[in-house]
């Protein structure tokens, strides 16, 4: 029998954890707010934010939404990151993506202060990360970490498999499991022979964003799958980026999707606002 990691019991764990850092930070005369930057009104963006308001309200974070209409120019964007990377009481910055197409995505995120940089996406807080300094790093795989280890799942000495290479995903979850002791392998689409790689792995990250794509003949008896993969079917049910009935059998551990890897990002969002806080804070004192 597989171990189904609980993805929602531990991200409410997180968000409790960051509930009492806040109250502790608020005992010193210190609020902790977030600056959400939504351009247009793509709807599935106009949900995460508000999934991400209802995380703040419940962590104790102040959350200040600035929404965009979509025909809003590059310098604008860029206008009100400075406006906010200099306002004193904001910690944290998220410009939700993707951006409407006129506007460069970098440009918006390099302007973006790093230590107020919470989606860990500035290329410094990148150049961090790979090189061990402190910065944030990308919710998503540092939420992968974060399950990997209250499940008690050793990382240290193993053969970690990621399949994808994205910037947001892929690549800082190879630096993270390179960081845990990992031996890490990267995966992509020009990978020759995936099941071959995949079935290497002790522990198998998968992010390609195709659904159900990763099947029992791609995963090796006694693996831990983690499903980065969100998609809604044509049922309206969610799956994954793995076929979880074909591959569960064959799984010491296995995320769900939902509950699985989908909740932490906004945990660890939180983790990020509160750990930005405390730096301000420990380096003003
Ligand atoms: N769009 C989808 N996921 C994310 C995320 O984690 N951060 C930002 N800024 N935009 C997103």
């Known amino acids: 029998m597989s171990y189904i990691i609980d993805g929602k019991a531990i991200s409410a764990q997180i968000k409790e954890e960051c509930r009492e850092r806040v109250e502790r930070l608020r005992e010193k005369g210190v609020s902790v707010t977030l600056a959400v930057v939504l351009v247009g009104d793509d709807p599935a963006s106009c949900v995460y934010v508000n999934n991400k308001k209802k995380a703040c309200e419940f962590c104790g974070i102040e959350s200040r939404t600035y929404e965009l209409s ?30 409407p197409e006129h506007i460069d995505e970098n440009e918006i ?9 919470v989606d860990g996406f500035h290329p410094y807080n990148v150049g961090a ?31 970690c498999v990621v399949v994808g290479r994205s910037n947001i995903v892929g690549k800082p979850m190879s630096m993270l499991l390179l960081r845990e002791n990992g031996t890490v392998t990267v995966a992509h689409s020009k990978t020759a022979d995936l099941k071959a790689v995949t079935s290497q792995a002790d522990i ?32 309206k049910k969610l799956c994954g980026d793995v076929d979880f009935d074909r591959v569960e059998p064959k799984t ?24 930005a806080a405390e730096r301000k804070e420990c380096y003003e004192r």
């Open 204 to 235: 198998l990250v998968v992010a390609v964003g195709k659904p159900k794509f990763i099947t029992e003949e791609y995963v090796k008896e006694g693996a831990v799958v983690i499903d980065v993969g969100i998609h809604r079917m044509d049922n």
């Open 109 to 117: 995120i390099y302007a973006i202060s790093p230590e107020k940089d």
């Open 70 to 99: 979509a025909d809003t120019t590059q310098q604008e964007v860029l206008n009100l990151v400075q406006t906010l990377n200099a306002d004193e009481s904001v910690n944290g910055i998220l410009v939700q993506l993707p951006l």
């Open 252 to 275: 010491k551990a296995i995320t769900p999707v939902p509950g699985g890897v989908g909740v932490m990002t906004i945990a660890m969002l939180m983790h990020n606002c509160v750990t």
């Open 129 to 159: 990360l790979s090189i061990g300094l402190p910065g944030h790093v990308s919710c998503t795989p540092a939420g992968v970490i974060e399950l990997l280890k209250r499940s008690n799942i050793e990382i240290s000495g193993k053969h």
